[in-house]
């Protein structure tokens, strides 16, 4: 008997918005000018937002903190493609969608700077905290999607993770148990490059990141992710599947971190400067703003304007930040359990009487 | 007065009741609780078509059906990481991890997530679930099968540690268990699931998290201990009760949060203590108690703490293992040392 072929998969790739500004006409979600603009500010809060951070740490008035420079298009684009209902599973460099999907910009920046208040977010905010543990979160967003699908909510759950997360085996579980239960789940992996140290090559050998859903069943694609435009539209296909029972998809969103892995790290000593300028010319925001230019959507005025609101903005959620009272000391141990037992309260009366309630 | 071995509802519990196992016992109050919220699911390897590699979900899927009592893939992590994500979202999971020696893969899920949601989001995210795992040896398995982890969660605040030895507890634990507000590990003694019958309601009922129980009320020494020791420590109470010692049984039931007043008020009457345990005896949990013992009634106390447990070894396999399970004459050789101290 011959060898007979099995399987044949193709893994496709999306590109609407180049980085000279010009779209592919043909393939232009949806989107008129205003929502347009509206994204293009939230790219610029967002930026704002992290070089603020940056600045506050270097000042000591932050904690260590993961920048997202040169990520804002997949987390604007993901954000705007999602609805009210859907939920948000973030890793930990994901500022800028957990701010547009309703998280205060004081509350972020009170999680960086070592303060629990920052994940506790207000009444209705769909968002899970930040998950630290690399890798951990995409089986929250396949057990979210799953618990939206059995209670029959018209809702998703979308998750957003690196691309050295994809080496975990929590990665392989969740897209797994996702396949098999066809859970209202979407997956976006922010393909940024480097893992701290690690280049993509050195997590794994497959080409792309987006194939790993071949060997799930389950839809995967590939996007350029600092295509704003792309980046929505794939996001808002696989929404709108997941939405009406059609499964989980899995999206590599190819981007490039432009800063350190965090302000702890220092990524001159494992990456050329020549690959980060010339990522840098490819920056996201830089590309959205060329195409509003060229369709006379903005000018220099507006953008004036616009970095100046951003400025203002990030400098109300500093003073918020700020203005936030001391955490009593009890609050170590109050929240452990819904009620405190015993050897906490004696634990937490130890403390008090150290240094003062 | 009520032993572990036959205890029973209380006299005035107007529920009827029927004799069942502690396999019984468990899928009973998984049953009453799906039945009374529909938010109450189950999920695990083999736990649907099959009911469980030990009958403890046996029937559910029939009545439950398949959207309730989840087959998932063989991986541990996962079903702790979509437990999260359940109980995150409005659900109550109650999770079956097969064996305790499997449960390393979700440790970083157990840990690194269910325990500390509540706390890092300062109440704003709890989780309701319940993780169901059975432990211990005696049941002459291959490797992997017969391990006592409890110690690993005890000194990882923010999951509770329940452990039932008898049917009853077992029903009314883990009812209590699925209810609560946070998350749940509970503990299953293999060895003795189906090793003997006793009353239990057949309706709802809870026994509360955190209230051990004093199964045999003793004057000479207090034996501690917890799930399927708590009935090699009766027999050892019976043996000693022929050289007129009187021992009084301890059976903690949970272990976090510890009863701590219990255990310290019958060893104040005792003034001994011997703590019996499956898990290795160094950092074992017995350590926990004996510090607490000599914490709060050292001048109380006639004799030293003294821990009866497994060995700092690996489970032996199937062969060797009765040289490691602690057994009557073990304990009742520790009872006699506090005793001649």
């Known amino acids: ?357 | 007065m009520s032993t572990a071995r036959n205890r029973v509802a209380d006299a005035d519990d107007p529920q009827p009741t029927e004799k069942l196992t502690i396999a019984q016992a468990v899928r009973d109050a998984m049953a009453d609780e799906m039945d009374r919220d529909p938010s109450v699911v189950v999920l695990g390897e083999d736990v649907g078509v099959d009911g469980g590699v030990f009958r403890a979900t046996d029937g559910l899927i029939e009545r439950f059906g398949s959207e309730r009592v989840i087959d998932t893939p063989l991986a541990e992590s996962a079903i702790i990481g979509m437990s999260v994500g359940m109980a995150a979202t409005g659900m109550r999971p109650v999770a079956e991890i097969q064996f305790m020696g499997f449960v390393y893969p979700a440790v970083n899920q157990l840990l690194g997530h269910a325990s500390r949601m509540r706390n890092r989001t300062r109440g704003r995210m709890t989780l309701p679930m319940v993780i169901r795992m059975p432990f211990g040896g005696g049941i002459h398995p291959p490797e992997h099968h017969s391990e006592s982890y409890e110690s690993m969660f005890l000194n990882s605040p923010g999951i509770k540690v329940v452990v039932p030895s008898n049917p009853y507890d077992a029903k009314g634990l883990l009812t209590a268990a699925i209810r609560d507000e946070d998350p749940v590990l509970f503990m299953e003694p293999k060895r003795i699931y189906r090793a003997f019958r006793a009353e239990v309601p057949t309706g709802p009922y809870t026994v509360p998290i955190g209230k051990a129980s004093v199964d045999h009320e003793g004057d000479d020494v207090t034996l501690i201990s917890w799930g399927a020791m708590v009935r090699v420590c009766h027999d050892a109470a019976e043996l000693m009760a022929r050289e007129d010692v009187s021992v009084e049984v301890l059976d903690l039931r949970t272990l976090n949060p510890l009863d701590r007043e219990t255990m310290l008020a019958s060893v104040e009457k005792t003034g001994r203590a011997v703590v019996v345990h499956e898990a290795p005896r160094s950092n074992g949990f017995g350590g926990e108690i004996a510090a607490l013992i000599g914490e709060h009634l050292l001048l109380q106390l006639e004799a030293p703490v003294l821990r009866v447990a497994g060995f700092d070894v690996i489970f032996p396999a199937a062969k060797n293992e009765h040289l490691y399970l602690p057994n009557r004459d073990r304990i009742a050789a520790a009872i006699r040392k506090t005793l001649n101290f």
């Open chain 1, 1 to 357: 008997m011959p060898r007979t072929q099995i399987y044949n998969a193709v893994t496709e790739r999306l590109e609407i918005l180049d980085p000279a500004g010009i779209v592919d006409e043909e393939l232009m979600p949806d989107l008129d000018g205003d929502r347009i603009r509206g994204i293009y500010s939230d790219m610029v809060r967002m930026r704002a937002m992290d070089e603020k951070a940056l600045k506050l740490q270097r000042q000591g008035r932050m904690g260590t903190w993961p920048p997202i420079k040169g990520q804002e298009a997949i987390q604007a684009g993901v954000a705007h493609a999602m609805e009210d209902g859907d939920w948000l599973l973030p890793a930990f460099r994901e500022h800028g969608i957990m701010l547009l999907r309703g998280v205060p910009g004081h509350l972020i920046y009170a999680y960086w700077a070592g303060d629990e208040r920052g994940s506790s977010f207000p009444e209705g905010v769909r968002v899970f905290p930040v998950a630290v543990p690399v890798g951990s979160q995409w089986q929250h967003g396949t057990g979210v999607g799953l618990s939206l699908k059995l209670r029959g909510e018209k809702a998703v759950a979308v998750t957003l993770g690196g691309d050295g997360s994809t080496s975990e085996g929590d990665f392989h579980e969740a897209m797994n148990c996702a396949g098999v239960f066809q859970s209202n789940s979407v997956f976006v992996i922010q393909n940024n490059q480097w893992a701290i140290s690690i280049p993509l090559h050195q997590q794994t050998a497959a080409k792309t990141l987006a194939q790993k859903a071949h060997a799930y069943g389950i839809p995967g694609i590939q996007v350029d992710g600092n295509d704003i435009f792309a980046v929505y539209s794939v996001t808002r296909e696989a929404l709108d599947r997941a939405r009406n029972g059609g499964g989980p998809t899995l999206i590599e969103a190819v981007t490039y971190r432009l800063g350190d892995h965090t302000t702890a790290d220092d990524a001159s000593r494992y990456r050329e400067d020549k690959e980060v300028t010339e990522w840098e010319g490819r920056d996201p925001i830089l590309r959205l703003r060329r195409f509003l230019e060229a369709r006379g959507l903005w000018d220099e005025e507006q953008e004036q304007e616009q970095q100046a609101a951003a400025q203002a903005w990030v400098d109300e959620q500093v003073a918020a930040l700020e203005a936030m009272p001391p955490q009593d000391p009890s609050d170590i141990f109050s929240h452990m359990y819904a009620d405190l037992p015993p050897h906490l309260a004696e634990q937490m009366a130890e403390v008090i009487e150290e240094v003062g309630s």
